[in-house]
């Protein structure tokens, strides 16, 4: 692998993205954060031992639509990526630990944008029956009350909506994903990971892709029409 300094893995909630994250970062020798801990939207409406799940949690989850969670969430990731975007450029061009950076708020077509050397990208995609199933584990949902199953569909309903717009944004981009599915072992999707960021010439683009590579250190990408090399 090239001299990666931060690695990005995005995909929608429930695919292993901190497991994965934990182990790439360990792997390299790697700072793990997550974008949860930059700020965080309403979570996951479930309760868990010592947890219950807050009121202005439950509302959001009990009052909205599908597509209103999902723009409610976006929303949320747009106003957080100057943030993201310091962090990252911060790690890269710092002479500290490197970065894998891990959470939904890493969208496609902002990652895509970055005019960051030595960073690279992945996605993290499971079957929306592989989402569910986890879900209803972690949530207790054969033993939930009513309400409380009403919640934890609501959320699969966000996290189901949202992964379709993002698989269909990395395809349009032609950017590196990763199944997360299939039973294999966080060490084996590290390696998949691993694989899919080597040689990337921008994040998340795989080498040969036509897409001009970054340049010295300091030089921008300035792109053209239709995201487009200028």
């Known amino acids: ?85 310091e962090l990252v450029t911060a790690h890269a061009r710092g002479a500290g630990p490197g970065l894998v950076l891990e959470g939904s708020a890493l969208w496609p077509d902002r990652v895509a944008r970055l005019a960051v050397p030595r960073t690279a990208a992945v996605w993290l995609t499971a079957d929306d029956m592989v989402v569910r199933d986890r879900v209803r584990t972690a ?21 189901g909506r949202y992964q379709e717009l993002m698989l269909a944004a990395v395809e349009e981009l032609g950017l590196a994903r990763v199944d997360a599915g299939g039973g294999r072992t966080p060490e084996e999707l590290a390696d998949a990971v691993l694989t899919a960021v080597a040689g990337q010439v921008r994040p998340g683009r795989p080498p040969g892709d036509g897409v001009r ?17 200028g």
Request: hydrophobic share 35%.
């Open 1 to 85: 692998m090239r001299d990666v300094r931060v690695v990005l893995i995005s995909g929608t909630s429930n695919t292993g993205k901190s497991t994965v994250a934990e182990a790439v970062a360990e792997r390299l020798g790697f700072e793990h954060r997550s974008t949860d801990g930059l700020a965080r939207h309403p979570g996951r409406p479930w309760r868990t031992p010592g947890h219950e799940v807050p009121p202005h949690v439950a509302k959001h989850y009990a009052t909205l639509t599908t597509e209103e969670l999902v723009a409610s969430v976006l929303a949320h990731y747009e106003r957080l990526w100057p943030r993201i975007e």
């Open 139 to 159: 949530g207790n949902y054969a033993e939930a009350a009513e309400a409380e199953r009403l919640l934890m569909d609501r959320f699969l309903g966000r996290t």
């Open 213 to 229: 590579p970054f340049g010295t250190e300091g030089e921008t990408f300035r792109p053209g029409r239709n995201g487009a090399p």
